[in-house]
């Protein structure tokens, strides 16, 4: 049996930021009232569907949804339905995006979420790995758009083409542009 050793990571490599879990669950409440208390975190936005929470200023570091009636016996069981990591900016998403594809890892979804965009990659068993990177410069950018109401109207976003945003992106198109939020 081999030792464990932590290994020096050559600085050239990815190097991901933890962004966001989501859980699945058939109260909402109660998950919303539970890591309220247990971890602090601050209801972003709730409705009778999600509750997005933080506990650090950024814009959601949890996600806790509701089982839609008629769901897959599979679903049933999977209570984490995403893990989120976080790109520096829309062209690290971009190259991420390359590399797995050059590779033959492809998303199966990819959304403009308003406040983030983000690609899904499923792992063997169903769970989806997030990459994201923020839409907004900046919180005081992001909670103007949040008070023009679009958030609460349509928390979830609009899936894009990403070959076709990565292109624009790589032809000199402004992110800001390429990667507006939908509009609603």
């Not at 069981?77 to 829309?90: P, T, W």
Request: proline letters at 5%; charged letters at 25%; glycine letters at 4%.
């Amino acid at each position: 049996m081999k030792s464990a050793h932590v290994p020096e990571r050559d600085a050239s490599r990815w190097t991901p930021q933890f962004g966001h879990f989501v859980l699945i669950t058939e109260d909402v409440d109660r998950l919303v009232a539970w890591y309220s208390a247990v971890l602090e975190m601050d209801v972003v936005l709730q409705t009778d569907r999600l509750a997005f929470l933080t506990f650090d200023g950024f814009h959601h570091r949890l996600v806790i949804a509701k089982r839609r009636a008629g769901s897959p016996a599979a679903l049933k069981d999977r209570l984490v339905d995403h893990i989120a990591f976080k790109c520096r900016d829309h062209d690290d998403l971009v190259a991420q995006y390359e590399r797995l594809k050059s590779s033959g890892h492809l998303p199966n979804r990819a959304t403009n979420h308003g406040m983030i965009t983000s690609l899904y990659y499923p792992d063997p068993d169903g769970t989806k790995i997030e990459l994201y990177t923020d839409n907004f410069p900046s919180i005081a950018d992001l909670n103007d758009w949040f008070a023009t109401g679009a958030f609460e109207r349509d928390p979830i976003g609009a899936d894009i083409d990403f070959e076709d945003a990565a292109a624009r992106l790589a032809h000199g198109e402004a992110a800001a542009s390429v990667f507006a939020p939908p509009q609603t």
